[in-house]
């Protein structure tokens, strides 16, 4: 990198690094966003902001506890650093000279966050949701001794679950949830079986939202949701292509095709062993007006075949079945989506109960839990407001790490915390701060 380049770079960080601006940084993996970062809030703790009005939140926990280390071995060093090098190092971070005052004020700092009660709030954001519902039991409705499932036990949970639904669609409880589990281990591959159960567990907010949004029933609003009218099955959409089958168009069709080319006599031949083996099923008709290649193409030889041109009033019979047919397999496949669709959410319910039992009997709230709950207390409970008018009054700047991997329902929550940030009681008063409330994303 050339000088002016490295000197550009500082100057976007130093910028960046200001506490008195917003700022949403945007910049390349090792390009020192996280140093600016850690910038940041040196220069707030300098400014005379307390260490518990600070919120950083990451993504994992090995970047909270990066960002720990490098903050406090900065701290640590400036309290020791000779006066020069001190003086020199608060003047390359702020920009500005650095007087006795600064100086004597760069040396309490880490003694000041050593001290801070619990600590300086550097989390992932599970854990300051954790904090959030512990601060807030009562009101987010959960035991204030739950414990935090990690990754080891979530999955022996996870395995637990998954057997319990096994077992239920063995052992006659339920009958629905047996054709469920037999369909789709009959359908899909282990792995993908298994993965199914992965997703099912990563969107059980989602389901359960949905489902209950349905008035008359989400088992009718999936069959609407692809264009049936009422609940149905494959078995009837099949049986009712086979009714309106008429065995005299096939023959009609195949005796026009037995005076064509050698070509158009094979699918004439083909119909007729067709008719010959009874009432064909969807795609067995569907085979021979439709491409092989492309099973959604309509075949070309019902139109531009000269055999077909020579017999009008069969040409219009085949386009007609044709169409007849095309329609039918649309709806044949909507109904193996819907078919399947519900046999998903049926064990996806199964999965959900015998996931949230498995967790009551061991006291523990997973990942997915913590990011609910904290949004609901946040959100949606009578509570909410109170419990925001009370956070409000303990952060005045949030600095949110990695914001890339951040997902919708984290950044909702940093929405709640935020919505009234620079607004309402809480931000009325700004003599008592020594720097306005911030927001830094990085």
Request: with cysteine; aromatic share 8%; glycine share 6%.
């Amino acid at each position: 990198m050339t000088t002016d380049a490295r000197a550009k770079a500082a100057r976007a960080q130093g910028q960046a690094a200001d506490p008195q601006v917003n700022v949403f940084v945007t910049a390349n993996a090792g390009s020192g966003k996280t140093k600016t970062l850690i910038d940041r809030v040196a220069r707030l703790l300098l400014l005379g902001v307390r260490p518990e009005h600070i919120l950083c939140i990451t993504y994992t926990k090995a970047a909270a506890a990066e960002m720990k280390r490098r903050l406090f071995e900065r701290l640590g060093d400036w309290s020791i650093m000779a006066d020069a090098d001190l003086a020199k190092d608060l003047g390359e971070l702020r920009g500005t000279p650095a007087d006795d005052l600064d100086l004597s004020r760069a040396r309490q700092l880490f003694a000041e966050a050593l001290e801070t009660p619990g600590g300086l709030k550097i989390q992932t954001i599970h854990a300051f949701c954790a904090h959030l519902l512990r601060r807030f039991p009562v009101e987010a409705g959960v035991s204030p001794n739950f414990r935090e499932l990690d990754d080891a036990e979530g999955s022996l949970v996870a395995a637990e679950a998954r057997a319990e639904v096994a077992r239920w669609s063995m052992d006659g409880s339920s009958e629905v949830i047996q054709a469920a589990y037999d369909r789709l281990s009959g359908s899909l591959d282990h792995r993908s079986f298994e993965g199914l159960f992965d997703t099912l567990a990563a969107r059980r907010f989602d389901i359960a939202e949905w489902i209950g949004a349905q008035d008359d029933g989400w088992g009718e609003a999936v069959w609407r949701s692809v264009g049936f009218d009422v609940p149905s099955s494959t078995e009837a959409v099949e049986d009712q292509a086979a009714a309106e089958f008429d065995p005299e168009v096939w023959r009609q069709i195949a005796g026009a095709l037995a005076t064509g080319t050698p070509s158009y006599q094979a699918t004439a031949a083909a119909i007729g062993a067709m008719l010959e083996s009874g009432t064909p099923d969807i795609m067995t008709a569907c085979a021979l007006l439709f491409t092989k290649a492309g099973e959604d193409t309509p075949a070309t030889w019902t139109e531009k075949a000269a055999c077909m041109k020579a017999n009008p009033e069969v040409q219009a019979l085949a386009l007609a079945e044709q169409n007849r047919l095309e329609c039918a397999r649309k709806r044949l496949r909507a109904a193996v989506i819907a078919e399947a669709t519900v046999a998903v959410l049926t064990l996806g319910l199964a999965y959900a109960e015998a996931y949230e039992a498995e967790k009551r009997r061991r006291g523990a709230l997973d990942f997915a839990d913590l990011i609910d709950k904290a949004l609901k207390l946040t959100a949606e409970r009578d509570d909410a407001a109170w419990v925001l008018f009370k956070l409000d009054g303990g952060i005045d700047h949030i600095l949110i790490d990695e914001a890339q991997d951040t997902a919708p329902e984290q950044w909702g929550l940093v929405e709640r915390l935020t919505g009234d940030f620079f607004s309402g009681a809480t931000a009325a008063d700004e003599s008592e701060r020594r720097v306005a409330r911030s927001l830094f994303v990085v």
